[in-house]
């Protein structure tokens, strides 16, 4: 028999619950689970990615792993060794220590889910960028550095 006295409980997060941000360039992030919502085991976000935006250049992450799916569209993925396009239905695996970055090359929007694992706090970090670019203040390169260390991003160099 099982034991439905346990101390733990599902968590249901209807969606005009959940919390996102929007990019200076249209791109949005829809913090679908958060790692307070998922016991700090994972971070899940939808990426909204406007036609002909940028998402982000080469980088990695040195305690957490990130997992992208496509849902819609096609995303510019570098992979670790090179850019691929990725459409509906792709998934990548990046674990901890791998270079990875993703933009969108097309006309047309493109959506993607994001995981990390175990959850960091990335939250933070897109508001973080979308009050940047919302604000419109330009940061030197020694203050984009120290916002992504503070947030365990690490810019990769691409050959």
């Given at each position: 028999m099982t034991d439905l006295s346990h101390p733990a409980?599902?968590?249901?997060?209807?969606?005009?619950?959940?919390?996102?941000?929007?990019?200076?360039t249209g791109s949005t992030a829809r913090f679908v689970a958060p790692g307070a919502a998922t016991q700090?085991?994972?971070?899940?976000?939808?990426?909204?990615?406007a036609p002909r935006t940028g998402g982000t250049d080469a980088?990695?992450?040195?305690?957490?792993?990130?997992?992208?799916?496509?849902?819609?569209?096609?995303?510019?993925?570098?992979?670790?060794?090179?850019?691929?396009?990725?459409?509906?239905?792709?998934?990548l695996h990046v674990p901890e220590g791998v270079a990875h970055g993703f933009r969108n090359d097309t006309?047309?929007?493109?959506?993607?889910?994001?995981?990390f694992a175990p959850a960091p706090p990335r939250e933070e970090y897109f508001r973080e960028l979308a009050e940047i670019g919302a604000s419109g203040r330009t940061l030197s390169e020694g203050e984009w550095v120290e916002l992504w260390a503070r947030h365990d991003q690490y810019q990769v160099k691409l050959g």
């Open positions: 409980r599902a968590g249901f997060h209807p969606v005009h619950t959940t919390e996102g941000v929007t990019m200076a700090g085991r994972f971070g899940l976000f939808e990426w909204v990615s980088h990695l992450h040195k305690t957490f792993s990130e997992s992208f799916y496509v849902t819609a569209g096609a995303v510019t993925i570098y992979d670790g060794a090179r850019w691929v396009t990725a459409r509906s239905g792709d998934f006309d047309e929007p493109a959506s993607m889910l994001v995981l």
